[in-house]
């Protein structure tokens, strides 16, 4: 029988954010939308890949000589993607670090070796570990058995989700959690899809049946000028949020560090080429929002 396993593409430990307390987060990779102001575009695919820094090359190709794909490149982005198998030869034959490996599959048990060593931080602090992305909710089972083992250690539990997953499914799943965090991108159905390329017909039901069933939910909303910010999809957030009688909403500013990231993978996401979210515009929507009796929450 196959090992069960989730591909992981980074641990950030010693969080002061996404959740209470001192936390670990893990960014598991794939993701079932493709946004087009995505930060982590590394974590779009689900398989692992290999990065290339063109910066940190010296040209001295001993990659070429110990792939045995044949998927070293000469010229242009150094990966072939097509051929490369992730074994990592040209990794370990790169003493540049010019080649990066981004992602690897790892079993629940090897998962929560690594964030049980943390324990005694998050009973401190009142901490825990946050299930990121990508999507989590690609990868149910794998979830479901760490929410058990963290459990079992009283460690407090998130999930960061943009929704799209199965009701049925994750149902028994969800109860598990302390937290979810929840992303409302964009309301209007035609526009959310034309963003991200889906529509958030179950994206809006599953929220409505988080809150119905009690699950603690926490909403949030991504600033992206020329996306997210106009005026039309603020007030139907705050049309959709009083409506399920919510008044807090974590407001997420866009940064374009992700777009340098579309480069090391040779990604086909375009470059928006917008600068990091402006200050005095977040004040003025946090304002906007909190005259509507919608409290922001700090992140």
């Known amino acids: 029988m196959r090992q069960l396993s989730a591909p992981i593409f980074d641990i950030q430990r010693f969080s002061i954010h996404d959740g209470p307390g001192i936390r670990t987060l893990v960014f598991f990779k794939g993701c079932n939308l493709h946004c087009a102001w995505c930060q982590n575009p590394e974590s779009q695919d689900v398989e692992p890949l290999v990065a290339f820094y063109a910066d940190r090359c010296n040209g001295s ?16 982005f150094r990966i072939n993607h097509t051929k490369c198998d992730n074994c990592l030869a040209c990794v370990e034959a790169c003493s540049r670090s010019a080649l990066r490996p981004i992602g690897e599959h790892m079993s629940p048990e090897h998962l929560f070796a ?6 005694p931080y998050y009973r401190s ?13 690609l990868y149910p089972k794998f979830i479901d058995q760490m ?5 079992d250690e009283g460690i407090h539990t998130a999930m960061e989700t943009c929704g799209t997953y199965s009701p049925d499914r994750w149902a028994p799943i969800l109860k ?12 209007d159905r035609e526009q959310h899809k034309a963003a991200t390329g889906r529509d958030n017909s179950q994206i809006l039901a599953n929220a409505r049946l988080l809150v119905e069933t009690g699950i603690p939910v926490e909403f949030r909303l991504p600033l992206v000028e020329g996306y997210t910010d106009d005026r039309e999809n603020l007030q139907d957030t705050a049309d959709f949020l009083k409506a399920l009688n919510q008044n807090r909403l974590h407001l997420l500013s866009y940064h374009n560090m992700g ?20 200050a005095t ?8 929002f909190t005259e509507r009796n919608i409290e922001i929450c700090d992140e």
Do not use: H, M
Request: glycine share 10%; net charge negative.
């Open 259 to 278: 777009e340098t990231k579309i480069d090391i993978i040779n990604g086909s996401q375009n470059k928006l080429g917008l600068k990091t979210y402006d």
């Open 114 to 119: 690594t964030l049980v060593a943390d324990l």
């Open 147 to 151: 929410l058990d083992l963290c459990n």
């Open 125 to 137: 602090s009142g901490g825990g570990v946050t299930f990121s992305g990508g999507e989590p909710t």
């Open 281 to 288: 515009r977040f004040a003025q929507i946090r304002e906007w």
């Open 61 to 76: 190709f001993d990659c070429l000589k110990a792939c045995p794909q044949d998927a070293i490149n000469r010229d242009g």
């Open 176 to 187: 598990k959690l302390d937290l979810v965090y929840f992303d409302l991108k964009i309301i």
